[in-house]
């Protein structure tokens, strides 16, 4: 399997508002830049959303290692909150219904086909990919003109 590399961030101006989300994906010496953004978001969304699309942007399965300042979706895959929300019928522990439902069931066949190793990085903090993912992000949030984010409500 290739071994891709691909850091993520979103970006939110308000919580919820315009957001925007980014993509670099890394494979033997090429780099490809990805992004885009909607309005009536929120900062998780955008998270979510940067590592789909990252993923999807894969043409066959990879080995990836994945570089994301986001706790929330690290935490998801890795300490396993996706496997019990599912268990739970897509409530969280507090019985209260999972939000991003919409972006977590687009993840979840993108986490079966490749092997995806997250690695956590602190935003904001002068991580060159990190600082690159969030220009590209906040320049798609900054944009006039984006699309409703129809399911920020679930």
């Known amino acids: 399997m290739k071994q891709v590399d691909i850091f993520t961030?979103?970006?939110?101006?308000?919580?919820p508002g315009p957001g925007g989300w980014a993509a670099v994906l890394r494979y033997a010496g090429t780099q490809k830049e990805l992004g885009g953004g909607f309005s009536g978001?929120?900062?998780n969304r955008?998270?979510?959303?940067a590592v789909i699309e990252g993923l999807e942007a894969l043409q066959e399965p990879c080995t990836v290692n994945l570089y994301t300042d986001s706790q929330y979706v690290r935490?998801?895959?890795?300490?396993?909150?996706?496997?019990?929300?599912q268990r739970n019928g897509w409530?969280?522990?507090?019985?209260?219904?999972v939000k991003n439902k919409d972006l977590w069931l687009r993840l979840l066949p993108l986490l079966a086909r490749h092997t995806v190793k997250f690695h956590w990085v602190r935003g904001h903090s002068?991580?060159?990919?990190?600082e690159l993912c969030d220009t590209i992000a906040r320049g798609h949030a900054s944009r006039g003109g984006l699309p409703p984010d129809t399911q920020a409500a679930g």
């Open 9 to 15: 961030d979103g970006s939110c101006l308000g919580n």
């Open 41 to 43: 978001t929120t900062n």
């Open 46 to 49: 955008m998270e979510i959303l």
């Open 75 to 85: 935490n998801a895959v890795e300490k396993k909150w996706l496997d019990s929300w």
């Open 91 to 97: 409530k969280t522990a507090a019985r209260k219904p």
């Open 126 to 130: 002068g991580h060159p990919e990190n």
